[in-house]
């Protein structure tokens, strides 16, 4: 694996290192021990699939309030999306930035997530699924969320949303969010 970072400090890219061959190709997609190797303490706890039917579904801006914030690495494993990232660490220097990457099953590349950042992403095939490795068990009762469209925040999407869940249409502008 490669560890690339990203505009936003603790956001990595995690690229394939594929073995091929004439059936295909092999790669690592996770190994605790390359990840501690790289300066990276990402253990995953849950796993979580998204599966996607249409093209241009909205999934976001979701995150864990503290203390249960969660950590996650983010792999499409069927189709094609934008993934989007918004730093939610007021004491980190990209606090409220926000970075986009395609992520595709061909290329199998994902991006790990730290505490503290809202993830969401469009898909840009049907039949997209989504692989979540969670770097801790799910709490119900702490998810938060704002607007895929926030103004404040001016992330700019390829394409315009189809599908949306009225949850994630229901989230408050971070202006907005009093909690």
């Not at 995150?63 to 934008?82: D, L, M, S």
């Amino acid at each position: 694996m490669l560890f690339v970072k990203t505009e936003i400090v603790g956001v990595i890219e995690v690229q394939l290192q594929p073995h091929r061959d004439q059936r295909g190709f092999f790669a690592r997609a996770y190994c605790p021990e390359e990840f501690a190797v790289a300066g990276l303490t990402f253990g995953s706890q849950q796993i979580n699939l998204s599966r996607n039917d249409q093209r241009l579904t909205m999934r976001g801006m979701h995150y864990q309030e503290a203390p249960h914030a969660e950590a996650k690495v983010v792999r499409v494993v069927r189709g094609r999306i934008f993934d989007c990232v918004v730093d939610l660490r007021p004491d980190e220097p990209t606090y409220r930035h926000w970075i986009g990457r395609y992520l595709d099953a061909d290329t199998g590349n994902a991006l790990l997530i730290p505490e503290g950042c809202a993830h969401g992403f469009l898909t840009l095939e049907p039949q997209t699924d989504v692989l979540y490795q969670m770097g801790r068990i799910f709490e119900p009762g702490h998810a938060r969320g704002f607007r895929f469209d926030d103004p404040a925040i001016g992330i700019v999407w390829p394409e315009t949303p189809i599908v949306i869940s009225e949850q994630d249409l229901a989230w408050p502008l971070l202006a907005e969010d009093r909690r």
